[in-house]
Nanobody, 123 residues
Framework: QVQLVESGGGSVQSGGSLRLSCKAS????????MAWFRQAPGKEREGVSA???????NYADSVKGRFTISRDSAKNTLYLQMTSLKPEDTAMYYC?????????????????WGQGTQVTVSS
């Protein structure tokens, strides 16, 4: 049974940093492509970043240069290092796993989702 459990969210001031973690179980993360999505109140869920099973990465324009996605196969864990956080980064952040991605930013590409971790950035 595949499970994804996020952690690391919290409240920070603008300009601060956080590192989100997504612990996977029931499969090996390197065999899947994985991504981070976020959803702010009243808005649609949007893709933040993805990492393919070959290690290539993608980022939304809004986070390029500030966020870094990575994975640790030994720990079977996906990470999202977030720096220079802005109030508009405030959202629930979700990790997701999918087998083969044609369009990494599309929700339908992913088969498995975590329950989310809240990130709040104050100005």
């Amino acid at each position: 049974q595949v499970q994804l459990v996020e952690s690391g969210g919290g409240s920070v001031q603008s300009g601060g940093s956080l590192r989100l973690s997504c612990k996977a179980s029931g499969y090996t993360i390197s065999s899947y492509s994985m991504a981070w999505f976020r959803q702010a109140p009243g808005k649609e869920r949007e893709g933040v970043s993805a990492i393919d099973n070959d290690g290539s990465t993608n980022y939304a324009d809004s986070v390029k240069g500030r966020f870094t996605i990575s994975r640790d196969s030994a720990k079977n864990t996906l990470y999202l290092q977030m720096t220079s956080l802005k109030p508009e980064d405030t959202a629930m952040y979700y990790c997701a796993a999918g087998l083969e991605l044609d369009f990494w930013w599309l929700i339908g590409e992913y088969s498995y989702w975590g329950q989310g971790t809240q990130v709040t950035v104050s100005s």
